[in-house]
C-alpha cells in the first residue's frame, strides 16, 4: 500500500491540511481535508500528522465475520485508559464490562456475516437475551441486555464508518434500547 503523505496548503488566507487515501475493499479513494486551528502553517502540520496517525491502516479493521471484527474492536477500543496529564485519552474506564458484553454478542452473531446482520437478527438476539436465564437461575434484567445492544450498535457505527457497512441496522426500524423501560420492575415484563 502506497504510504500517504498528503500536505498542506493556503488558500483565501486559510491554512489546510489534506490527503488522500483508500483502505481495502473501498470502491474508490476518500479525500481528507481540514481547517487549521489556530490559522497557522505550524499547527496545520500538526493537524496532517493526527490526521494521518488516524487514518493509517494499522487502524483499519477488516473483517467478514462479526467475531473476527470484534476481536479486532476490543483490541482497539476496549483497553484501559490511558491518561496525560489526568485526562484520559484513550481506552474506556468500563473496558473490562464492555468485554463481558461482548461475549453474548460474539456467542450469538459470532459466524455472521457483518454485512448479513439486519434489523429483525437485533429484535431477536434481544428477545434471545431476554429469554435466557442468568447464571444464577434468575430472570435477565432488561438493562443488560440494553447494555449489549448499546456495544453492538457502537460497534456498527464504527464498522459505517470504516466503510464495512453502508447503514447501521439499528437506523432502519425502531429503537430497541430503550432506557425508559428499565426503571419498570421486572414484574411488568412476564415473557
Known amino acids: 500500500m502506497k504510504i500517504r503523505q498528503g500536505y498542506v496548503y493556503k488558500q483565501d488566507s486559510q491554512w489546510y491540511a489534506r490527503f488522500d487515501y483508500k483502505n481495502p475493499g473501498m470502491p474508490t479513494k476518500k479525500t481528507v481535508r481540514r481547517k487549521a486551528n489556530p490559522n497557522t502553517k505550524s499547527s496545520d502540520k500538526n493537524?496532517?500528522?493526527t490526521?494521518?496517525?488516524e487514518y493509517s491502516?494499522?487502524?483499519y479493521i477488516q473483517a467478514k465475520t462479526l467475531r473476527e471484527y470484534a476481536e479486532a474492536y476490543a483490541k482497539r477500543y476496549l483497553i484501559a485508559?490511558?491518561?496525560v496529564q489526568g485526562k484520559k485519552v484513550a481506552g474506556q474506564r468500563a473496558w473490562k464490562?464492555?468485554?463481558s458484553f461482548l461475549k453474548p454478542l460474539i456467542k450469538y452473531f459470532g459466524k455472521m456475516n457483518l454485512t448479513a446482520i439486519g434489523y429483525h437478527n437485533l429484535e431477536n438476539y434481544r428477545l434471545h437475551r431476554l429469554n435466557v436465564k442468568t447464571s444464577k437461575g434468575n430472570q435477565r434484567g432488561l438493562t443488560s441486555v440494553h447494555r449489549e445492544l448499546s456495544l453492538l450498535r457502537r460497534m456498527l457505527n464504527v464498522a459505517v464508518r470504516d466503510q464495512l457497512l453502508r447503514k447501521n441496522p439499528f437506523e432502519l426500524g425502531e429503537t430497541l434500547?430503550?432506557?425508559s423501560e428499565e426503571r419498570k420492575?421486572?414484574?411488568d415484563y412476564k415473557l
Do not use: G
Request: charged residues 30%; positive net charge; hydrophobic residues 25%.
Open 185 to 187: 420492575t421486572s414484574k
Open 57 to 59: 491502516p494499522q487502524n
Open 97 to 99: 464490562n464492555q468485554r
Open 177 to 179: 434500547i430503550k432506557t
Open 47 to 49: 493537524l496532517l500528522k
Open 81 to 83: 485508559p490511558k491518561y
Open 51 to 53: 490526521l494521518l496517525e
